[in-house]
């Protein structure tokens, strides 16, 4: 699993016991925190490639724990996904993002879609797809103004329930895209069957990106660009921190950037004032 430096210094930092202990404490505090609603979804905006205006964004949860402190989703998700509290949890998350970009929506910050991050626990739910349309329909968000994004490997875990599950989906008028593609195990083949709008590309693609030297990255990202424009696919490249990689991104045709070089997560008020100040829409 990926780790923020700070995560790992903790790691460091504590004894097993203790590791632990935190571990017990989050798992037996999920729920009970999705009723208090001790959860915050942030938001971090996607770039448009040529329009350099924000075309999109992601919401991000964050928990404000009442003892530890602000926890990562690199921390408490996995154990959500063990316990089944990602099931409360998601519906939680899937539910705000709506009203938020709903709320967008009606202030005229329109056609930004939403992009939402889907667990593969969520996917075989077999109800996890009823609720999902009941929501839509309750906060009645445009569909098209909604992206979930899914990782390779709960796609391939049952790909053929996947691709109904995405078909179904995108029949609805529901966005999906790959995350974190690259950084699976699987061949290339079975993108060519799944019906995909998006591929992000992994952060690890981007971080060592750089213009004047021997760089397989680059190599990489320029064969993923072509396979997505193939394929039908915009691609969106996350974890774009320097100026450098964003130029190489935009030259060679990269659709959407995402990182820290234009914003990092933020809570919802403070996305909002971005977008109404005109700074990046
Ligand atoms: P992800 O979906 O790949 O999200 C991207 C992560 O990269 C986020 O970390 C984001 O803050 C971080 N990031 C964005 N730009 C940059 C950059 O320029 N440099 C670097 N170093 N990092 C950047 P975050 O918010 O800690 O989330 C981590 C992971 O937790 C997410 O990875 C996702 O797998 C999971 N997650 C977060 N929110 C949710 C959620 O609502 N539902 C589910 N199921 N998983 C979530
Ligand atoms: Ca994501
Ligand atoms: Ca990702
Ligand atoms: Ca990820």
Known sequence: AKQTGGDRSMIFTQSIQEQIERRKLIQQSL????????????????????????CGYEALVRWNHPTLGM?????FIPIAEESGAILPLGDWIFENACRYAKSLNDIGLIDLPVAINVSAIQLSDPSWLDRLMLTIDKVQLPPHLIELELTESQLLTD???????????????????????GTGYSSLSYLRNLPLDTLKIDRSFVSHLQEDQENYDLAIIKAVT???KQLGMALVAEGVEQATQERILRDIGCDQLQGYLYSKPIPAEEFLELCLKGLIH
């Open 71 to 75: 926890l990562s989703p690199v921390e």
């Open 226 to 228: 072509t396979l997505a």
């Open 159 to 181: 790909i053929e329930n996947s691709t109904d599950i995405i078909n179904y989906i995108r029949s609805r008028g529901i966005k999906v895209a790959l995350d974190d593609f």
């Open 31 to 54: 729920l009970q925190a999705v009723e208090d609603q001790e959860f915050e979804l942030y938001y971090q905006p996607k770039i448009g490639g040529l329009s350099r205006r924000v």
